[in-house]
């Protein structure tokens, strides 16, 4: 099983519609992210924690929100879904400590996300 | 805040070929590190190579290596004896030391490795 799953891979919706992105992971870091890819400017950061407790806006939060339920589990909604947040959308992780894996992203396997 | 480029959107290399990948950025930290990752068409990241900033010497991963040019702001890709399992997109990625592990990104480049 992936380390970083995130649900559903692909989602087709309509505007005005709630959607929420799930992710949980198994890796045991306490780091986790949402990033949005878009064809021509790579991958932009959503949201991000570092902890249940602490929550951090990102450079492109406007329309979003998230929810981290617990260590393992990091959800991205999408409260009245629009045609321009049609993207890909990536739930990562990452560890707390330095050394060797310092700044390595351990990213789910995407949810592309249709807004019509 | 920082900022990553790629300037090259897509190229093509000939299978056993060498290709370099483009990648500069713009930081006023000191001390920072710098990314490529590969997305191969099962959508999946995957981290290629890290370099450290304070480290001179060019990080190398069997056949990728980095030509990191610290003052030119310039950490491009060279991939060596080109596969067809490298095509993917690539990406650039920053992390300042103050950026609490935030990676910051580049917008990809389409590579395609013919046979």
């Known amino acids: 099983d992936a380390d970083v799953t995130q649900t559903p891979r692909n989602r087709i919706t309509k505007t005005g519609k709630r959607i929420m992105l799930e992710c949980s992971q198994t890796k045991g870091h306490d780091r986790m992210y949402w990033y949005r890819q878009d064809p021509g400017l790579g991958l932009r950061l959503i949201y991000y924690s570092f902890d249940v407790k602490d929550i951090n806006k990102g450079e492109i939060s406007d329309g979003y929100s998230v929810s981290r339920q617990a260590q393992a589990k990091f959800s991205l909604s999408l409260e009245s879904a629009i045609p321009n947040q049609t993207a890909l959308y990536f739930c990562a992780t990452s560890d707390l400590a330095g050394g060797i894996s310092i700044g390595e992203l351990f990213f789910g396997e995407g949810s592309r996300l249709t807004v019509l | 805040a920082q900022t990553v480029t790629q300037s090259q959107p897509e190229m093509s290399v000939q299978e056993a070929e060498t290709v370099t990948l483009s990648c500069t950025y713009d930081?006023?930290?000191?001390?920072?590190?710098l990314f490529w990752y590969k997305q191969p068409p099962s959508r999946q990241m995957i981290l290629v190579i890290r370099q450290e900033a304070y480290k001179q010497q060019n990080a190398t991963e069997n056949r990728f290596s980095v030509n990191f040019q610290k003052a030119a702001k310039s950490f491009s890709l060279k991939i060596s004896d080109s596969q067809l399992g490298d095509t993917a997109m690539y990406f650039c990625a920053f992390m300042g030391e103050t950026s609490g592990s935030r990676l910051t990104f580049g917008e990809g480049t389409q590579l395609t490795v013919n046979p």
């Open positions: 930081t006023s930290e000191s001390n920072y590190y």
